[in-house]
């Protein structure tokens, strides 16, 4: 038999808000393809997608793509003095402004890009992979695996993500693989939590039980008949992992513990000009804008894919 | 049934210290046993290896880790977290004048945001899939994803900068009256309801609507109760529980957010001092606070969960 968890786990802030509803099937109409005639991919998207979806997938590929071509496009070299003016207004030649030492705002945040959204997207898959690993082990293993392991991520989860960060800082100091490594770490109970739980479901359903009696081994189950099916949801789980990495490492940059000068992600830049706020400096404003709009649209997007997968299976 | 519940809240408190005791360990492992040798980093590369030996015995660092591991954790029982490496004070005595302050923010903030958030979420579940509904859903979820510090940012600009009402910082012995007690605790408190509003707002929408699709308010429905009846006579009281629970784990999202308002203005509170021993890497004060962190923390969840046992009307019985 399938052995179920003997206590619940430490339920978590986090991992809970996003479970949470489960009313949209009902609320929506549910998307069913009913015209007969063939889509083109173009209309196939669109209707896939809300309004704000679409816009939330249009911004995180923007990103995306500004973190691969970033420097490339960066109208002046990342650290390069360029004006003489500190903390610029928007002008033609500094189009966000210029920086407390009079460096161009757009090349920054151009550059700073590269450390948002590449360490965030380096720790959100590994987050992602290791918590579906022990998932997936502790659900197809059963009972002791299960209950050591899940003893071990709810200890981790217990210590909140910013606090266990700065602890592992503290011992280690902050360099770039140790954020990542770091950011990780805090974010690997949660995929670990949601991953055992959609394996014990999908554990309990007929086709692995004949699997089972079949007398395949718990290898062959994991790979063929239980990951396949966990990748879906596991995918909205990495986006949101990702969220909260990116949330995790920039409040770190921010208190001048994360991506450490000459380099800087977009917390440091608004740490580095946090002295323009009294003017309204756009090297102060822009950097979080762009943070906030990275992880809203991450977030909308998110959204979106699981309104409509919902639907999708009631249909 | 009554001895059930009382089993099920026992089992509960075991695992919670079960799970303190695991934090412990990990904390103990992170600072105290895998970044290497403390008394070599204190002493620098030129040390002597008598000087270095010496200070190893005096830090205690030449015994086995187990038995290091035990008499940290049988100090911290008793309340000695030990001394703090950069002024010599005792850590416990650094805690305790700073706790009391982080209490008064975090309790402040709750009596903000849970009404507002109760609100918020109970009346989007019942006027679901409406357009309110769909713009509180949309604005939930950016206020959750937005960083506490570009909210700090912004507050700070609008209200002490442009307006000039508040001050940007907090120093607390200037409280001498309501008045600036208010002054000085309005923009903390309002950047960390911001946050904690939208978690709470959409778990309790969660909970309501999951009572609103079970078949006792469909029949409420079909006997011809108002849709206000429904959800104040029928569904509220049977969310008290699950409410109660998303309350105490939204507020645990508190630790976490602490940790970058107080610093952002300058609070004198528990993550400040944590954040400052992180920059200074005096590891006595980083364990006590990030001690006193985990069980505050696991407190409230244990909260939580009793709520959701206390209030269910079949094990209370």
Redesign the interface.
């Known amino acids: 038999m399938i052995s179920r968890p003997t206590?619940p786990p430490?339920?978590?802030?986090?991992t809970?808000?996003y479970d949470?509803?489960?009313?949209e099937a009902?609320?929506?109409a549910p998307v069913v393809d009913t015209s007969p005639v063939r889509l083109n991919a173009l209309q196939r998207l669109v209707q896939r997608f809300s309004v704000?979806g679409l816009l939330g997938l249009l911004i995180v590929l923007f990103w995306l793509l500004v973190a691969f071509v970033g420097p490339l496009v960066a109208p002046y070299k990342g650290g390069a003095l360029t004006s003489t003016e500190i903390f610029g207004r928007y002008s033609a030649a500094y189009p966000l402004g210029t920086d407390y030492l009079g460096r161009d705002m757009l090349s920054r945040i151009l550059y700073g890009a590269r450390y948002t959204v590449g360490l965030a997207l380096a720790a959100a898959m590994l987050a992602s992979t290791i918590g579906t690993f022990f998932g997936l082990l502790a659900a197809v293993s059963g009972r002791w695996v299960d209950e050591v392991l899940s003893?071990?991520f709810?200890?981790?989860i217990?210590?909140?993500?910013?606090?266990l960060a700065?602890?592992?800082?503290?011992?280690?100091g902050s360099s770039i693989p140790m954020l990542t490594t770091v950011a990780a770490l805090a974010y690997i109970p949660g995929a670990f939590r949601i991953s055992r739980s959609l394996a014990l479901n999908l554990m309990g359903l007929e086709y692995v039980q004949v699997a089972r009696a079949r007398g395949e081994g718990l290898l062959y189950i994991a790979r063929v008949e239980v990951l396949p099916n966990m990748i879906h949801p596991m995918l909205a789980d990495f986006g949101l992992r990702f969220?909260f990495i990116v949330?995790l490492l920039?409040?770190l940059s921010?208190?001048?513990?994360g991506v450490q000068p000459p380099n800087a992600d977009w917390?440091s830049l608004?740490r580095e000009n946090?002295g323009g706020?009294?003017e309204?400096a756009p090297a102060?404003?822009m950097p979080?804008?762009a943070?906030?709009t990275l992880?809203?649209g991450?977030?909308?997007l998110i959204?979106n894919l699981r309104r409509r997968s919902r639907s999708h299976g009631d249909a | 049934m009554k001895a059930h519940a009382q089993r099920l809240i026992a089992a509960r408190l075991g695992l919670a210290l079960l799970t303190l005791l695991l934090v412990s360990a990990i904390v103990f492992g992170v600072t105290g046993l895998l970044p290497g040798d403390a008394a070599q980093q204190a002493l620098g590369q030129a040390a002597t290896p008598e000087a270095v030996a010496a200070l190893r015995h005096q830090f205690g660092l030449d015994q086995p880790a187990l038995q290091r591991y035990g008499e940290w954790l049988f100090h911290i029982v008793t309340g000695n977290f030990g001394t703090s490496m950069s002024n010599n004070l005792p850590v416990s005595e650094l805690i305790a004048t700073r706790l009391p302050n982080s209490l008064v923010l975090a309790g402040l903030t709750a009596v903000v945001s849970v009404p507002i958030a109760l609100l918020i979420g109970i009346t989007s579940a019942m006027f679901r899939g409406s357009l309110l509904d769909r713009v509180l859903n949309v604005l939930t979820l950016s206020t959750v994803a937005v960083p506490e510090f570009l909210v700090a940012t912004i507050a700070v600009l609008i209200f002490a900068v442009k307006l000039r009402w508040l001050p940007a910082l907090s120093y607390l012995s200037e409280v001498n009256s309501f008045g600036a007690l208010l002054r000085i605790y309005a923009m903390p408190v309002m950047t960390l309801c911001c946050v904690i509003v939208a978690q709470m707002a959409r778990m309790t929408r969660a909970a309501v609507l999951d009572q609103l699709n079970s078949s006792y308010v469909e029949m409420a429905i079909l006997k011809g109760a108002s849709p206000v009846r429904v959800v104040l006579r029928h569904v509220l009281p049977n969310t008290v529980g699950p409410i109660a629970n998303a309350v105490a784990l939204s507020l645990s999202y508190l630790f976490g957010g602490v940790v970058i308002v107080e610093s952002i203005f300058n609070y004198p509170g528990l993550a400040s001092l944590m954040v400052d021993a992180v920059t200074n890497r005096d590891m006595p004060l980083v364990q006590g606070c990030v001690m006193v962190f985990c069980a505050a923390y696991l407190a409230l969840v244990l909260i939580a969960d009793l709520c959701q046992i206390v209030s269910n009307p079949r094990l209370r019985r």
């Open positions: 206590h430490v339920p978590h802030a986090g809970e808000l949470a509803s489960r009313d009902v609320a929506e704000l003893r071990l709810d200890a981790l217990s210590i909140p993500s910013k606090v700065l602890v592992v800082i503290a011992a280690f969220v949330l920039s409040g921010f208190l001048g513990l917390g608004v946090i706020l009294s309204g102060v404003l979080a804008v943070i906030a992880t809203i991450m977030n909308l959204d």
